[in-house]
T-cell receptor
Framework: AQTVTQSQPEMSVQEAETVTLSCTYDTSESDYYLFWYKQPPSRQMILVIRQEAYKQQNATENRFSVNFQKAAKSFSLKISDSQLGDAAMYFCAYRSLQGGSEKLVFGKGTKLTVNP | GAGVSQSPSNKVTEKGKDVELRCDPISGHTALYWYRQRLGQGLEFLIYFQGNSAPDKSGLPSDRFSAERTGESVSTLTIQRTQQEDSAVYLC??????????????FGNGTRLTVT
């Protein structure tokens, strides 16, 4: 079974600075999807960015980008020009392409604090 | 249109009682998912519906848990004879037909269940 590990329970960053959140995963599959979700205090999960494993190019969405290292099974999230509204729990997630399942496997999350 | 709606927002119940949690997905979304989030943990997959059928219910933790969906719309998650370890936030998500990559999940705000 696939597992997702987020080794940083908490991180903090100064407003306007850059922060990187780590995620590693364990799989024997060659193709899969990876996601980062944000969960503010409202509890609603919001998709931040997604990556297909077969794509070499790292995904970017405005201030959010990923560093996808397939051989190392690493999928880190970089937030540039951090804003107060970025403060939230961030979850890394894995989706297998085998077996027809649509389920996502989530890490335990990283709590990001943004200091003014 | 409206987002995914879950009710109740919070539920406190006594150990041994049955509870029903409701999810109203976004209109037109044929896929519906239930996840459980224990305190300080990531999301655990429970069940996935495509229309009114559940092709993947592998995450239901025991036979005390069941879910149904009717009219390709509303879904209810029922927990019978609740135990204290059932205390968690139960999150529902919906998406258009297709894979979770091409049809991102839209999450509700969850139901926080506390079993005393």
């Amino acid at each position: 079974a696939q597992t997702v590990t987020q080794s940083q329970p908490e991180m903090s960053v100064q407003e306007a600075e850059t922060v990187t959140l780590s995620c590693t995963y364990d799989t024997s599959e060659s193709d899969y999807y990876l996601f980062w979700y944000k969960q503010p205090p409202s509890r609603q999960m919001i998709l931040v960015i997604r990556q297909e494993a077969y794509k070499q190019q790292n995904a970017t969405e405005n201030r959010f980008s990923v560093n996808f290292q397939k051989a190392a099974k690493s999928f880190s999230l970089k937030i540039s020009d951090s804003q107060l509204g970025d403060a939230a729990m961030y979850f890394c997630a894995y989706r297998s392409l085998q077996g027809g399942s649509e389920k996502l496997v989530f890490g335990k999350g990283t709590k990001l604090t943004v200091n003014p | 249109g409206a987002g995914v709606s879950q009710s109740p927002s919070n539920k406190v119940t006594e150990k041994g009682k049955d509870v029903e949690l409701r999810c109203d997905p976004i209109s037109g979304h044929t896929a519906l998912y239930w996840y459980r989030q224990r305190l300080g943990q990531g999301l655990e997959f429970l069940i996935y519906f495509q229309g009114n059928s559940a092709p993947d219910k592998s995450g239901l933790p025991s036979d005390r848990f069941s879910a149904e969906r009717t009219g390709e719309s509303v879904s209810t998650l029922t927990i019978q004879r609740t135990q204290q370890e059932d205390s968690a936030v139960y999150l529902c998500a919906s998406s258009l037909a297709g894979t979770v990559y091409n049809s991102p999940l839209h999450f509700g705000n969850g139901t926080r269940l506390t079993v005393t």
